[in-house]
């Protein structure tokens, strides 16, 4: 779904807001707004891997985006666990 060749998995939903994998793209965070046309509007990221974007598995395994505080944790193969804390349009 995001604009990257690395391989997206691990997508879920909270609010309007799709949190999304993306191996060597890492975390990923889309709007659902337009998706009557087919697409989401990526409104945030935060790159787990920075080397490359290629279609690899390496970077980020997955993602938690559900805790109450609005904190996201994202954890990378290599690279251990990322807290984040999404904002702006990020932020749901």
């Known amino acids: ?4 060749p690395a391989i997206d998995h691990s997508l879920y939903v909270k609010g309007s807001k799709v949190y999304e ?5 890492g975390l990923w965070i889309l709007d659902t707004a337009p998706i009557n046309s087919g697409k989401l509007h990526e409104v945030g990221f935060f ?14 395994w997955s993602n938690y985006p559900f805790f109450a505080s609005g904190t996201v944790v994202v954890s990378g193969i290599e690279q251990g666990l990322f807290v984040l804390r999404p904002s702006g349009a990020a932020y749901d």
Do not use: H, K
């Open 1 to 4: 779904m995001a604009d990257t």
């Open 21 to 25: 994998a993306n191996y060597r793209a």
């Open 47 to 60: 790159d787990v891997y920075p080397a490359d974007d290629a279609a690899e598995f390496n970077g980020a």
